[in-house]
T-cell receptor, first 118, second 111 residues
């Protein structure tokens, strides 16, 4: 069945290292979202794309985070350099928005990447 | 900004009991979504609501879009142990708005 996949599922790294997280959205979905989940803040939207174009990345610390969609089947979230405060679970979600209807869509989440920065 | 309020943070019920969860906001929402998150997994969409007053069921789950458009509730009937998890409400305030999430309610079901 169609699911959002994310790799890796777990990542432990040292402060200062580069981290790349990957997401394969559900085939045919035209919107992709990156979220971060922590106990303190809950689910926070970092960035999202529609038809591969970045629409909003205001939730991301831009000095160290970057998000891209090299093609319709792959979204990446990169942190360089990583810091301990980046430790969290990062979720990718995808959805299908009929063009012109804005963001009225149901988002389907992947299993997440649990990142630990030591 | 828009906030969705869910309380209490945790609920403890006995297997077989019904449970109801509320989600409220000071802002008007045009779409309400309810998600459940199991440990180590991503949130899974349970029910989506698009019209004020709408009542939608998914098995033992029923959710309603409040007529004021500022609240929604989720009801689980005849709870079972696999209902444990975190239940999030989420919503859109309008076209091109971002999906706003509540902080979630952790449900525990005693056998």
């Amino acid at each position: 069945d169609a699911r959002v996949t994310q790799t890796p599922r777990h990542k432990v790294t040292e402060m200062g290292q580069e981290v790349t997280m990957r997401c394969q959205p559900i085939l045919g979905h035209n919107t992709v979202f990156w979220y971060r989940q922590t106990m303190m803040q809950g689910l926070e939207l970092l960035a999202y794309f529609r038809n591969r174009a970045p629409l909003d990345d205001s939730g991301m610390p831009k000095d160290r985070f970057s998000a891209e969609m090299p093609d319709a089947t792959l979204a990446t979230l990169k942190i360089q350099p990583s810091e301990p405060r980046d430790s969290a679970v990062y979720f990718c979600a995808s959805g299908l928005t009929p063009d012109g209807r804005g963001s009225y869509n149901e988002q389907f989440f992947g299993p997440g990447t649990r990142l630990t920065v030591l | 900004g828009q906030q969705l309020n869910q309380s209490p943070q945790s609920m403890f019920i006995q297997e077989g009991e019904d449970v109801s969860m509320n989600c409220t906001s000071s802002s008007i929402f045009n779409t309400w979504l309810w998600y459940k998150q199991d440990p180590g997994e991503g949130p899974v969409l349970l029910i989506a609501l698009y019209k004020a007053g709408e009542l939608t069921s998914n098995g033992r789950l029923t959710a309603q879009f409040g007529i004021t458009r500022k609240d929604s509730f989720l009801n689980i009937s005849a709870s079972i142990p696999s209902d444990v998890g975190i239940y999030f409400c989420a919503g859109y305030t309008g076209a091109n708005s971002k999906l706003t999430f509540g902080k979630g309610i952790t449900l525990s079901v005693r056998p």
